[in-house]
């Protein structure tokens, strides 16, 4: 049964830096993507990013290009999202997603996802 935990969320202001992890277990994830998504009261969720595990290839949404970084460490099986000059349009609860069978798929989809963690929330003060 796969896991996913993640940790990191919390309140900073506009311009500052917060740090995603997303643990997971259950599974060898070599042949995953894995992904951040987001959602904000009254909102649908939305594609963050993306990272295909074997070959670390990233993934974004355009809004976030630039200020956001996502990353895996193999040895800890934790993935990672670097968020940078926070606004606070990013506030929002982030969830970690994984999926085994996303070949010909965008990527960017939250229903390509069957793995979801419990969500952890950012809030970005003005």
């Not at 798929?105 to 003005?126: A, I």
């Amino acid at each position: 049964q796969v896991q996913l935990v993640e940790s990191g969320g919390g309140l900073v202001q506009a311009g500052g830096s917060l740090r995603l992890a997303c643990a997971a277990s259950g599974r060898t994830f070599s042949s995953y993507t894995m992904a951040w998504f987001r959602q904000a009261p009254g909102n649908e969720r939305e594609f963050v990013a993306a990272i295909r595990w074997s070959v670390g290839r990233a993934y974004y949404q355009d809004s976030v290009k630039g200020r956001f970084t996502i990353s895996r460490d193999n040895a800890k099986n934790t993935v990672y999202l670097q968020m940078n000059s926070l606004k606070p349009e990013d506030t929002a609860v982030y969830y970690c997603a994984a999926d085994d069978d996303l070949t010909g798929t965008t990527r960017r989809n939250k229903y390509e996802y069957d793995y979801w963690g419990q969500g952890t929330q950012v809030t970005v003060s003005s």
